[in-house]
C-alpha cells in the first residue's frame, strides 16, 4: 500500500489514469463528483516518491473532459480521444501528450471521424488505435468499432460491433475482445465477444488519404470561430482548431453525417457465462478488467455494500475462469479503489482510491475525497508470466529446415536432438551429469560406510550434456565452472533432485520450453520438481513459468504433490492456492498417489491448512445444505450428474477419478 503525498487529485469520476513507465502514472480530466466542474489538469504521481505533482503543459492545450480515454503511444505519449466536455457535448478529436515536454498537439486527421462519445474503449495495435462503443447524445450506446490509422493519422469506417459503455478491450492472437462493461438495455453482462482482424484487407492495410466514402471538407476539421477571433492574450490555434488554456475546440463530429452502419470484414463471435465455481459476479463490486499474457484479469474490489472479492483469470486460448486470489488477500475491506492501470509489460497493476475510515479528528473520512492511496500488486506472485514472455511462449519463430516438424521452435528445435545422447553418437556430448533414482527416498538416510568420505550416493544413469550450453543457459553451472570446482576437472556433476526432474531441468535450458507434449514435454510432477530446482539456482524465469503451469494444471492427481514442492520452493501463492484446492476435493485426494507419498510431517501440515472449527462433512449434507449444483451420491460407481439446463444425463466412474465439467458456457 503506498500512501501519497503532495497535490493529491480531488475525487474525480471519468477521468483517465495511465501508467507510463518509471514508477509514474498521468491522470487527465474528469469532474469533481461533488461540484461537478470538469477539469482538464494533468496529474502526475511519482511512485518512488509517492508525490502527486500538478504538471505545467503548454501547446494545443486540450479543452476540459470526461469519459475519454488516454493510451499510451510509442513509450513517451499519450494518445487522448473523445469525452465529454462541460456542456455534455460528445467529442471525437484526438489530442497528443509529449511526456517529455508536457506539450500538447493535435495532429492533423484525414477521413470523417467516428461519432462523438465518452466513456469508449480505446486500445493501440500494430500502429492502429481502435475504438468501441461508448455513450453519446441522448445517452444512447453505441455499437460500432473503427480504427484511426496512426501513420497516417487516417480514420477508417466504421462498422457494427457490439453495443456497449464502460468495458474493457484489447488485442490478442489477432482479435479484438471486449468484456464488461453496460449493454444498451443498461444492463452488466457476463458475454464476451470479440472479432478477427487477421486476413482481412480492412484491418491489415494501411488507410490512404481519403479512402473509400471518408472525404471531408477541410473546413469541417476546425471551428473556423476559433481561428478567426482568438482570445486576446492567447495564440490562435491555427490547423488544430484549439486555443492554448482554452476550452472551445471544433466537435468535427456533430458535421459528419449520419452513416448505415457497415459489416465487419471480420467474423465477429461471442460466448455468455451463465454459472462457473469460478465466476465472479458482475453484478456485485467494483471490477477492474485488463489484459495480462493472453489472460483478462478481473479485480472484483469492495463495493459501497459488503460484497465478494476476488481476482479471476480468464483465459482466452481456452476460455476458461479461474480464481488466482480470495480479495481478503489483496483488498482491504476500508478501501474504495476507482482506477486500475496497468504496467505495459503486464506484470504490475496498480489500483487508485482511497480509504474510507473514519478521520482521528472527528472532521470526516480520511482520504475520502482524495485519490490518496495505490495498491501495488505484483502480478507475477498469481502465475501470470507477462505479455512479453507470454508472448516468447507461442509457436512464433519457425524452426529449421532440419526440425520442420518439432513443436519447438527456433534453434530449440535443433539443440533438442542433441540433448541426452553419448558422444559415440556423434552428438558432442562432453559432460555428465547424475541425480538421484526416481524411486529414491532423498529424506532416508545415506548408507554410511566405515569411513564417512565414502559414503554411498545412489546415482541414476548418466545424463549426456555439452558444457557450452549449460555455461550459456545455467548461471549457477557458469558460475561454478569459472571457480574450477572439482566438476571442472572431472566432467561429471550429481544433482540430488530426482532424475526425471533433473533430465526435464536440463532439456529445458535446450528447449528453453516447459510446455507439455505428448513425446518430450515434461509432466506435472516434473515441472513440481523443476520449480525446486529454479528455486535453488535463482532461476526467475523459470520458476515463473514452473509457477504458471502449476497453476494452470492443478488437478486431483497432482495436487498433493504439488502442495509439497511449492512449499519447499517458498511459492506462497502456488501453496495456497494447491491448499485450498485439496482441502475442497478432500475425498479424492487422499486417494492419490502423491498424497499417500507424501513424508509424514508433510502429511500433518497438509492437515494443518483447514481453520481450527474445520470439520469433515458428508456430501449428503452438503447437498442438503445447497453446497452442491448436482447429487453428491453414495460411494458406488454409476453416479449420475446432471448437466445445466439440456437435461443431458451422464454416467462416471468414480473409480478412475474422473469427473465431468460443466463450463457453462453458451456460444452464440
Not at 479528528?361 to 507477462?386: C, F, H, P, Q, W
Request: glycine share 8%.
Amino acid at each position: 500500500m503506498i500512501t501519497t503525498v503532495g497535490a493529491k487529485p480531488a475525487c474525480l469520476v471519468n477521468a483517465s489514469v495511465t501508467y507510463v513507465g518509471n514508477d509514474q502514472i498521468y491522470a487527465f480530466g474528469g469532474f469533481d463528483q461533488y461540484t461537478d466542474e470538469v477539469y482538464n489538469h494533468v496529474l502526475r504521481l511519482n511512485l518512488a516518491s509517492r508525490q502527486w505533482n500538478l504538471v505545467d503543459n503548454y501547446g494545443d492545450i486540450p479543452g476540459v473532459r470526461m469519459g475519454h480515454t488516454a493510451n499510451l503511444w510509442q513509450g513517451d505519449k499519450l494518445l487522448v480521444f473523445g469525452g465529454e466536455n462541460e456542456h455534455r457535448q460528445h467529442l471525437s478529436d484526438i489530442i497528443v501528450f509529449d511526456l517529455k515536454t508536457a506539450y500538447w498537439t493535435q495532429p492533423e486527421l484525414h477521413g470523417a471521424s467516428p461519432r462523438g462519445r465518452a466513456r469508449h474503449s480505446a486500445v493501440i495495435h500494430d500502429e492502429k488505435l481502435y475504438i468501441s462503443g461508448g455513450q453519446t447524445g441522448h445517452d444512447s450506446v453505441l455499437d460500432d468499432i473503427c480504427y484511426l490509422d496512426l501513420k497516417t493519422w487516417t480514420w477508417s469506417r466504421s462498422w457494427k460491433f457490439v453495443p456497449r459503455y464502460d468495458h474493457a478491450s484489447w488485442v490478442w492472437n489477432g482479435r479484438i475482445w471486449i468484456f464488461g462493461g453496460i449493454n444498451d438495455e443498461m444492463e452488466k453482462n457476463t458475454e464476451i465477444w470479440w472479432l478477427d482482424l487477421r486476413g482481412s484487407p480492412g484491418f491489415e492495410q494501411a488507410m490512404a488519404y481519403g479512402t473509400a466514402d471518408r472525404q471531408l471538407v477541410s473546413r469541417f476539421q476546425r471551428d473556423p470561430r476559433a481561428i478567426a477571433n482568438p482570445t486576446p492574450g492567447q495564440q490562435a490555434a491555427g490547423s488544430t482548431g484549439y486555443l492554448a488554456n482554452s476550452s472551445v475546440q471544433s466537435y468535427p463530429s456533430t458535421l459528419t453525417a449520419a452513416r448505415s452502419p457497415y459489416t465487419a470484414p471480420g467474423s465477429i463471435s461471442s460466448l455468455k457465462f451463465h454459472s462457473s465455481p469460478n465466476l465472479p459476479s458482475q453484478a456485485a463490486g467494483m471490477h477492474f478488467h485488463v489484459f495480462s499474457s493472453g489472460c483478462m484479469l478481473d479485480f472484483v474490489t469492495p463495493a459501497e455494500l459488503s460484497c465478494e472479492t476476488s481476482l479471476s483469470s480468464l483465459e482466452l486460448d481456452t476460455l476458461r475462469w479461474q480464481k488466482l486470489a480470495d480479495g481478503k488477500d489483496l483488498f482491504s475491506p476500508n478501501f474504495r479503489w476507482h482506477y486500475c492501470t496497468m504496467n505495459a509489460e503486464g506484470t504490475h497493476a496498480w489500483l487508485l482510491g482511497s480509504s474510507v475510515e473514519p478521520s482521528g479528528d472527528g472532521n470526516g473520512m480520511t482520504g475520502g475525497e482524495y485519490l490518496s492511496d495505490v495498491l501495488a500488486i505484483d502480478l507475477r506472485k498469481y502465475g501470470i508470466l507477462g505479455n512479453e514472455l507470454a508472448s516468447d511462449s507461442r509457436a512464433k519463430i519457425p524452426s529449421s529446415d532440419a526440425n520442420v516438424g518439432s513443436y519447438l521452435t527456433g534453434i530449440g528445435a535443433d539443440l533438442s536432438t542433441t540433448f541426452d545422447k553419448a558422444p559415440e553418437t556423434g552428438s558432442g556430448a562432453d559432460f555428465i551429469i547424475t541425480a538421484y533414482p526416481d524411486d529414491y527416498d532423498i529424506e532416508s538416510p545415506v548408507e554410511q560406510p566405515s569411513s564417512s568420505s565414502d559414503a554411498v550416493i545412489p546415482q541414476s544413469r548418466p545424463i549426456h550434456v555439452h558444457k557450452l550450453i549449460l555455461h550459456a543457459r545455467w548461471p549457477h553451472f557458469a558460475r561454478l565452472w569459472s571457480a574450477q570446482m572439482a566438476e571442472f576437472h572431472s566432467k561429471k556433476m550429481h544433482i540430488p533432485e530426482p532424475y526425471s526432474a533433473v533430465r526435464a531441468f536440463l532439456f529445458y535450458l535446450y528447449s528453453d520450453s516447459i510446455a507439455p507434449n505428448p513425446q518430450n514435454g515434461p509432466s506435472i510432477n516434473d515441472v513440481a520438481g523443476m520449480l525446486v530446482m529454479a528455486n535453488i539456482y535463482d532461476m526467475p524465469r523459470l520458476r515463473l513459468l514452473c509457477v504458471n503451469r502449476l497453476g494452470k494444471e492443478l488437478d486431483i492427481e497432482h495436487a498433493a504433490f504439488i502442495w509439497e514442492r511449492a512449499g519447499t520452493a517458498g511459492e506462497e501463492w502456488l501453496r495456497r492456492r494447491a491448499a485450498a484446492f485439496c482441502l475442497n476435493n478432500w475425498g479424492r485426494i487422499v486417494r492419490t498417489r502423491a498424497f499417500k507419498n507424501l513424508q509424514h510431517t508433510a502429511l500433518l501440515e497438509l492437515c494443518e491448512e483447514i481453520d481450527t472449527e474445520g470439520r469433515a462433512v458428508s456430501g449428503e449434507e452438503l447437498e442438503m445444505m445447497g453446497a452442491l449444483s448436482r447429487p453428491f451420491g453414495g460411494s458406488g460407481s454409476n453416479r449420475k450428474r446432471s448437466l445445466g439446463s439440456a437435461g443431458v444425463v451422464a454416467v462416471g466412474d468414480d473409480d478412475e477419478g474422473e469427473e465431468l465439467e460443466d463450463d457453462g458456457m453458451d456460444v452464440n
